[in-house]
């Protein structure tokens, strides 16, 4: 059984604290991301932006040491349990989501 | 400021249980969505498959109701905290992501 990449090749992977369970970061994966996260055991994404593969932590030292991988009931995200080494977001919070919808204004355009 | 909405109107949406802390599963949300979910104070989110409004719950009764909607860094991508009413996934457990990437056979093709 495949896991259902996108049109791009990519899935969307939820990155969560193993520990704290607080959802860290949404990143993509394309399928040598996926592999080279399993052979590290450190997340490796896909930068949308910058079109090339991104070792979490590799300039930061705040890599993710992954401690299991989900995959959703239609196999389309995945969902990685991590221990991280530092902070998630290049803000240094330490979950990309630090605000609520309320504190952006002009939302829903 | 605005959410990013992607080419095609939408953004990914993480629901976590706010009590649990568990990951539920995850959606997508066009502008309409996000506002009917505002307004009802239960997730809607926009079914890419149907091509429409999907008012999570309406049919089995496993409605989510918001607690608290929280944006990331890069504003392109919602985490939702919810009291679900029931479990999330179709397939009747609690959440979407009820296997391991190790129960997926042939899985990074």
């Not at 520990?19 to 592999?35: C, D, F, G, K």
């Not at 300039?59 to 530092?86: F, H, K, M, W, Y």
Request: hydrophobic fraction near 40%; glycine fraction near 6%.
């Amino acid at each position: 059984m495949n896991l259902k990449w996108d049109s791009q090749g990519l899935i969307p992977a939820v990155v969560q604290d193993a520990t704290t369970r607080q959802v860290l970061m949404v990143a993509y994966m394309n399928a040598e991301s996926l592999q080279k996260t399993l052979e590290m055991g450190e997340t490796v994404f896909w930068s949308r932006s910058r079109g090339e593969l991104w070792h979490k932590g590799a300039t930061s030292g705040n890599t993710q040491t992954v401690r299991e991988i989900l995959v959703d009931c239609d196999e389309d995200t995945l969902l990685i349990l991590v221990d991280p080494a530092g902070p998630a977001c290049h803000t240094g919070a330490v979950t990309c989501f630090f605000r609520t919808l309320e504190d952006i204004t002009d939302a829903v355009k």
